[in-house]
Each structure stands twice: as C-alpha cells, then as structure tokens.
C-alpha cells in the first residue's frame, strides 16, 4: 500500500493559464475528494466521488474547475483561467466506503501546491 | 452548514508534558471526529478517531474524548516528544455527508 500520490507536488503557473492535477487514491478505495488548504487554514472541502461518479461538489468549485474520476480510478482536477486567488495547497483523499460503516476514515494525499503568478 | 471551533491556535509545551487540544461543532446530528497530524510541506495524516457511540478512545500516548451533550471533543498527547511538533487538526462529518469540516488548526511545539 503506497498511500495517496499526488502529481506534480508543486506548480507555478502565470494568471490566465489553466492547469491540471492528478492524484492516484489508495488502491480498492471506492471513494476520492478533493480539498483546497490555504495558509494557516484547514483543509475546505471542493468535491468527492463514488467510483467514477461525482456526487457532491462545494460553492467553493467555481465554473473553472472541473474534475474527473474516469473508471473510478484516478482523478483529475483541472483550473482554467487561474487567478492569483486560486494560490493554494490541492489536497486529495481517498477511502473505502462500505456498507456498513455510516462513515469511512479518508487518507490524504501530499497535496499539489499551486501558485499563480 | 456545519462550524468547527479550534483552540488553542498556538501551543507550547516543555518536552515529557501533556497537550491538550478542543474543537466545538455546532451540527448535533455530527458523528465522526478525526484528528490529523500535518507536518510542514506534508498531507495531513491520521492520527486518531472517534465516533459518536464512543466517549473516549486510546492509542498509545494520544487520546481523544468526546462531549456529545456540549458537543465539544478534544485531543490529549501526553509525554511530549520534539517530532509531536506540527499542525494539529480536528475535523467533523456526520453520516448524511462525506465531507469533513476542518477546524482552523493549532501549532503543538514541543520545546526540548
């Protein structure tokens, strides 16, 4: 078990410019979320998803972002058009989510930091 | 929607002595409460749990409590070490959602 992998673990790109992140879950999690973490913060919550379908997405996910989770296996988080407010640390999560659990433990990735210029 | 409490933001202890971390929730359907463990340039990492049909959990030198009446539950890290020194988190979710809302965070720094 490798744990969550995240890729690139830093970006700087210049405003204007759209990127893409990927994070690779631990292997048989059903479950995948994206978090953003600004300095001194915690982690807020973005978007999750149940093998490749995206349930749930935060006010937080504005029409530039959008993710994808094809064949329930890794996931992309792409931001078009950055801005020097999207700056920030992308934290991605996994878990196994079963039946009988109301709630499953997420495991975190070493998130990618982003800074836009 | 659900708000997370943290305190205190900042914390020093003397290496042997004892932390204590509390976090208040205000959604009294909430059930699940991690604690992570985030060191500089690192992922948060899981360091202990509890849930709602639990009062107190143990793992070796760190213990969580929880007060679902005053819905308040906290973190205790006893016999400091220097490598205890990071971010601490508390977070909260309850059944119906999957996201976890984080607290703002405490900086444990365990003086040698």
């Known amino acids: 078990d490798t744990g969550v992998s995240q890729d690139p673990r830093h970006k700087i790109t210049k405003r204007g410019q759209n990127v893409t992140f990927r994070c690779d879950p631990i292997?048989?999690?059903?479950?995948l979320y994206w978090y953003r973490q600004t300095l001194g913060q915690g982690p807020e919550f973005l978007t999750y998803?149940?093998?490749?379908?995206?349930?749930?997405k935060s006010r937080l996910l504005s029409d530039r972002f959008s993710a994808e989770r094809p064949k329930g296996s890794f996931s992309t988080l792409e931001i078009q058009r950055t801005e020097q407010g999207d700056s920030a640390m992308y934290l991605c999560?996994?878990?196994?989510?079963?039946?009988?659990?109301?709630?499953?433990?997420?495991?975190f990735g070493p998130g990618t930091r982003l800074t836009v210029l | 929607g659900e708000n997370v409490e943290q305190h205190p933001s900042t914390l020093s202890v003397q290496e042997g002595d004892s932390a204590v971390i509390k976090c208040t929730y205000s959604?009294?359907?909430?059930?699940?409460f991690p604690w992570y463990k985030q060191e500089l340039g690192k992922g948060p990492q899981l360091i202990i749990d509890?849930?709602?049909?639990?009062g107190e959990k143990k793992d070796q030198r760190i213990a969580v409590t929880l007060n679902k009446t005053a819905k308040h539950f906290s973190l205790h890290i006893t016999e400091t070490q220097p490598e205890d020194s990071a971010v601490y988190f508390c977070?909260?979710?309850?059944?119906?959602?999957?996201?976890?809302?984080f607290g703002s965070g405490t900086q444990l720094t365990v003086l040698p």
């Open positions: 959604d009294s359907a909430s059930n699940y």
């Open positions: 292997s048989e999690h059903n479950r």
């Open positions: 999560a996994s878990s196994l989510a079963l039946a009988y659990i109301r709630t499953d433990t997420q495991y």
């Open positions: 977070a909260v979710t309850r059944g119906s959602a999957r996201q976890l809302t």
């Open positions: 509890i849930r709602s049909n639990v």
């Open positions: 998803f149940q093998n490749e379908a995206q349930l749930e």
